[in-house]
């Protein structure tokens, strides 16, 4: 049984701010809500009576039904609000919104928004509990979160771990979020992509950046790959993406430079034929679908952990 | 501290009930033992190897985490939740006579959880009840079918379990 037994915060708004034992609790939780997702009845009352309204001012499939799911498995009452056809295209500023929902005195808000911040932003006016579920370009604390889970379960630690991260790291919050934790949990983390996609600062982050795939893949534990973000491009960042997956795709050519039981990640969605090829994708080295199933288990464990309760020891 | 039960009185215990669930269910074919965490496990695994002696036949045993399902998750202020672990039932419980296992009964609200978790896994032909001790003040309608010890006891007093699996030796004592 590990020693702490919550969280510091009431809100989760970033890896940034977790300890490594809080890290380790919300992974061990995780294992015993994935069994919860094995059962023919998988649905638990642990949240009955909670309201956990999802806020999501970006696009998002797998994120937003992925805590749906969660919310729902742990029988908590949601609302979702997505912001085509909501008050926010009227103008409503994001303090507003969620002012509104508050008075509906919900007891979580899950927040995916455009600018970084966004979470920390609500915090500060909200009573609810606050989950970052991805603000711009900052983090996204539940996807490092699966993420590790899903490399403990493979690999049965996190410590000496070597994952390569390949890809935009420039507009990535899932490696700025997987960075934080890797490192914090004693993993070896590689960062990888081009160099006008190598943000100012990162090898201050305790990880080796480097501009060439092969060296990245030699001798990797994990290949985790990030989706290139046209969306967030407002430059010339890449001549074309024809170019971008000779230098900067997965390969099987390039997989076998890494260890013979090196697994493949991909947050999701992924551009096939762009960071990633499609026969590595489907591969037996690819736990991408993996994934998306450990990311319900991780937030359910983060809804329950933030859920508070007053320790009642009785037999 | 005054001990209740020592290592011989528990071993003994668990001989005699595991007779008594013998007798009761005329033949363990398709009895099944979950033990509740924590220490109904290790009880629950040693009944199991009692009625493995008397009988030669093996029961399945599980474990189940009741967490999930306590009534007292509710609260509204930022404090510490309860640890969850894994629930493991690998057979299944549809048609079968289940025995919940655990420690010490008191006011029923654990075995109020358990009986809710248990019928989320099936629909047993039945539940039934073993305690190593039953201390009373119950706060529900529920009763135990073999009990290891009745332990009279104030509701200020505590009873504490020691299982050698756990703590290192056998005991139960009331403090």
Partial sequence: MGDLTML?????????????????LILDTAVAMKEVGTRSIKKVPALRGRTVVNLFFEPSTRTRLSFELAEKRLSADTMGMT?????VVKGETLIDTARTLEAMSP???????ACSGAAHVLARVCRSSIINAGDGTHEHPTQALLDAFTIQGRKGRLAGVRVAIIGDLAHSRVLRSNVLLLTRMGAEVVACGPATLIPVG???????VTTSIDEACEGADVLMMLRVQHERMHGLFLPSVREYFTLFGLTAARLARAKSDAIVMHPGPMNRGVEIASDVADGNQSVILDQVANGVAVRMAVLYLLAGGEQNEGA | MPVV?????VAKSLTRIAHEIIERNRGIDDLRLVGIRTRGVPIAQRLAACLKDITGTEVPTGVLDITLYRDDLMGHDVGPQPLVRSTEIPFDIDGRDVLLVDDVLYTGR??????????????????QLMVLVDRGHRELPIRADYVGRNVPTSKKESVRVHLVEIDGRDEVEVA
Avoid: K, N, Q, Y
């Fill in chain 1, 107 to 113: 007891d979580m808000i899950v927040v995916r928004h």
């Fill in chain 1, 8 to 24: 510091r915060s009431r809100h989760l708004l970033g890896i940034e701010d977790l300890e490594p034992a809080e890290i380790s």
């Fill in chain 1, 83 to 87: 912001t085509a056809g909501s008050s």
């Fill in chain 2, 110 to 127: 654990t075995i109020r959880a358990a009986l809710d978790a248990l019928i989320d896994f099936g629909r047993p032909r039945s539940i």
């Fill in chain 2, 5 to 9: 039960m020592d290592a011989d009185r």
């Fill in chain 1, 202 to 208: 990162l090898g201050r982050m305790g990880v080796t």
